[in-house]
Each structure stands twice: as C-alpha cells, then as structure tokens.
C-alpha cells in the first residue's frame, strides 16, 4: 500500500523525496524514511530493494546530492582550472551553495581525503 502510494506520489512529484514534513504526506515521508534507515541498516530484503530502486528511490539523498554537486565542481574546474566558484555567478549559484552546504555536513576526514584524491 504505501509502495503504491510512493509511486503516485512520483508520478505527480516527478521524484520520491517525500518529506516527512509535508502535512499532506506525512505518513508516507515517515514511511520513505524507515525505508532508507532500513536500507543502511541492511535489513531490506532485496526484493524490496529492487522493488525501490526500480522507481528511483534515493537511499541516502545527502549523499546523493553531495555526489552531484561534486561532479558540477570537478566540471567546473575543468572549465576554468579552479575551485574557486563565485557566489556571484548566477550561473553557479545554485550549485555553489548546495555543495558548499553538503560539504559543511560531510565529515571532515572524508573531505580531505576526497580532495587529496582527486587533486582538487
């Protein structure tokens, strides 16, 4: 049932991102959230983890917009040889604060790791 309602939530939402804030949505967003907590915790079987993945359920969307901001930035720096983004550049702009906001968030030891890396 509430699989169901996940898929009707996407095809009117265009994603599964279902904040458990969302008064009109509330039970479900409680519900994509046990999913995920489960989905860490390794205790989803792996049908229900196909049955997930098939209509684009996120497990860890933190990660996962940290992953997108990090491919903008490497992008950027191939463009412009720099990591330097300007919060002024409107073209920029939106992916600047969400990366640098993600990165605020990531542990720090896994940043410096990441940027020894990838030479950044």
């Not at 049908?47 to 969307?61: A, K, T, Y």
Request: net charge neutral; with cysteine.
């Amino acid at each position: 049932e509430n699989f169901d309602q996940l898929c009707v939530f996407k095809a009117q939402h265009g994603h599964c991102n279902v904040s458990r804030n969302d008064e009109g949505n509330k039970s479900l967003g409680l519900w994509v959230r046990t999913q995920r907590t489960a989905y860490k915790k390794n205790t989803l079987s792996s049908d229900r983890i196909q049955q997930l993945n098939s209509i684009g359920v996120i497990s860890d969307p933190l990660d996962h917009s940290w992953n997108e901001n990090f491919d903008q930035l490497c992008v950027f720096k191939a463009q412009h040889g720099h990591c330097n983004v300007s919060r002024n550049d409107e073209g920029n702009k939106s992916h600047t604060t969400s990366y640098a906001h993600s990165k605020q968030q990531m542990d720090i030891a896994m940043y410096l790791v990441i940027m020894s890396v990838t030479n950044l």
